[in-house]
């Protein structure tokens, strides 16, 4: 970035802030809501309040209602890029992914990735999750009885994986790990010119890194992703600039909602100890608790969508090339869906499927292996960590799109 465009963005960005300030002071739900408050539900009941849609002071339309996102998300009207192409923020440095690609391109890079990440081929993951899982369980057992849930365990788990799955070489896992933990911060919704200058710059070192090891695996291929898609790219459904984008965004996607899936179902189950107790009586219960807690406190709280043209919604007009934010988290809690939508409950009876992996084109192509990662880490926790317990402050993501912890200190003895 040449020093004027920096000035601009960093002009732009203020600018920006000043504005989410103003509009957040006048009481506007939304707008305090991407303040990334430490607790975003009971902001979610006063969006909810307004109807199932309505314009922020900030120019987005907003809903919490399961129904009409859902009836959106599944709406051919919307897409993910403005009419003109571009990807809204601007100063987003990282939009060519395919969640950032309406169709035709959108269903090109789909189709190819499908393959790989399809349930069954995914199952395949099991017996690496279980192996990961008490390892790093072992290791939490060899060291100090009380230590940060998240780095020691939730965050290694699912980049291991996705890792073997994309097909990193053991001596790149290093600098994958730290690179990918730089780029999360893109997930976040960039806040500043400096996360966003770090972030590129962690870009194009990992797209250094992804060169060397697609032109390795051409000539010696193995059983990844990167193996799996190098015939699209000799036949010419797949450009060699697209390769890359894809390899980078898939640890992006894999990891660091996985990672508060599995944090925010131990922290679910703490707080609830009655629950712990039957899960660890019954660990069959796992695909209930992760089910339940991506209903109750789901890693990914919104997404966007942009009207391709005017679109009549719920008596009102969205005009075309205006932004609706999907309040996933709020959708989750909608009391027109779910019962006692605030209760943490394991044993609930299995309701519609929450919007936790979206719905539609852009549904989350990996929410079968996620669901797979969280279930083995969850019983690997329960069988072998019975005594786990919190032992001090949370620290949260300073996020209004992920919700997660950066440090959960925990206790085991
Ligand atoms: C708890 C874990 C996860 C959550 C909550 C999650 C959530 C989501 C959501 C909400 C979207 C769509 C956003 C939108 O509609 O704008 C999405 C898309 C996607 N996710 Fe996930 N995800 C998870 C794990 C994974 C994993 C493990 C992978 C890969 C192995 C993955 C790969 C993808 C991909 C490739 C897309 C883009 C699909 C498309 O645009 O067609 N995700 N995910």
Redesign the pocket.
Known sequence: MTDLADRQARAQMALWQDHLRAVSDRGDPYAQLLRAPEDPYPLYEHVRARGPLHRSGLGVWVTASHKLANKV?RDKRFG?RRADGTKAPEFMPFDN?????DPPE?TR??KL?VPS?NPRR?QRWTPVAEQVSDELIDRILAGRAEFNLMSAFAQQL?LR??GD?VGIPQRHRRSFFQLSRRMAYLLDGVASVEVARDVRAAIAEMTVMFTDIIAERRADPADDLISDLLPAVDDGRLAMDELVPLCM??PL???E??V??IGNAVRALLRHPEQWEMFKADPSLAPAVVQET?RYD???QQ???IAHTDVELDGHLVPAGTELA?C?GAANRDPEVYSAPERFDITRESGPDT?????????????A???I??EIALVALAARLPDLRRVGQVRRRDSFIIRGMLQFPVAVR
């Open positions: 998300l993910v992914s395919m969640l950032g690609l959108h890079l789909r990735s990440l995914l699912p994986v996705i799955l965004f898939l996607a894999g990891t909602t996985t508060n899936l991506l789901t890693p990914v997404y966007r969508r999907i996933a919007l936790s992996f979206s719905a539609g084109i852009h549904f989350c192509l990996g929410a292996l996620a669901r990662e969280a």
